[in-house]
T-cell receptor
Framework: AQSVSQHNHHVILSEAASLELGCNYSYGGTVNLFWYVQYPGQHLQLLLKYFSGDPLVKGIKGFEAEFIKSKFSFNLRKPSVQWSDTAEYFCAAFSGNTGKLIFGQGTTLQVKP | KAGVTQTPRYLIKTRGQQVTLSCSPISGHRSVSWYQQTPGQGLQFLFEYFSETQRNKGNFPGRFSGRQFSNSRSEMNVSTLELGDSALYLC???????????FGQGTRLTVV
């Protein structure tokens, strides 16, 4: 069955630390991949997306993600986090085979000032 | 342009009742999807509509249903509510499948 797994459920970092959140999806074929962020009290918004081409994609607010097809992974990175990055992060994958956009369980990031 | 609008924002219902949630997508978007968000479970896919047709359905019981109107607005209905149905219900719209989904603020449903 189609699924998306996020390895870290809760991450705590100090400001200026580097961030990497893991994401794996379970199926082959053509996939479109997304990272969404949900700040406290706000709606989900798109950080970045990958459809094809350069596997290293850059998003808003200094975030980037790397698509590694052989590992079925799409990890999110940021070199230096800020307190304002405290939020919940969701990885999502759209499979052309199933026609569904499926989300991972989410990772709560807490950045300490 | 206006974003995705969900109404109501909050609901409190009693077990056994039914509830209808509404979603108005971004103008021009014809695809509307619904998700259930609960702590620890993330977003669970409920169903997706495109041009008034349900194209995909998640693994939820038949008590969960939906529909889409000719103006792309969508409703979802939950009948015979259970305590476990308490969650944030999110609606997302997109131009077409596989493209970026834009989310509404959600409807917080509490079943008591």
């Amino acid at each position: 069955a189609q699924s998306v797994s996020q390895h870290n459920h809760h991450v705590i970092l100090s400001e200026a630390a580097s961030l990497e959140l893991g994401c794996n999806y379970s199926y082959g074929g053509t996939v479109n991949l997304f990272w969404y962020v949900q700040y406290p009290g706000q709606h989900l918004q798109l950080l970045l997306k990958y459809f094809s081409g350069d596997p290293l994609v850059k998003g808003i607010k200094g975030f980037e993600a790397e698509f590694i097809k052989s590992k079925f992974s799409f990890n999110l990175r940021k070199p230096s986090v800020q307190w304002s990055d405290t939020a919940e992060y969701f990885c999502a994958a759209f499979s052309g085979n199933t026609g569904k956009l499926i989300f991972g369980q989410g990772t709560t990031l807490q950045v300490k000032p | 342009k206006a974003g995705v609008t969900q109404t109501p924002r909050y609901l409190i219902k009693t077990r056994g009742q039914q509830v209808t949630l509404s979603c108005s997508p971004i103008s021009g978007h014809r695809s509307v999807s619904w998700y259930q968000q609960t702590p620890g479970q993330g977003l669970q896919f409920l169903f997706e509509y495109f041009s008034e047709t349900q194209r995909n359905k998640g693994n939820f019981p038949g008590r969960f249903s939906g529909r889409q109107f000719s103006n792309s607005r969508s409703e979802m209905n939950v009948s015979t509510l259970e305590l476990g149905d308490s969650a944030l219900y999110l609606c997302a719209s997109s131009l077409r499948e596989a493209t970026e989904a834009f989310f509404g603020q959600g409807t917080r449903l509490t079943v008591v």
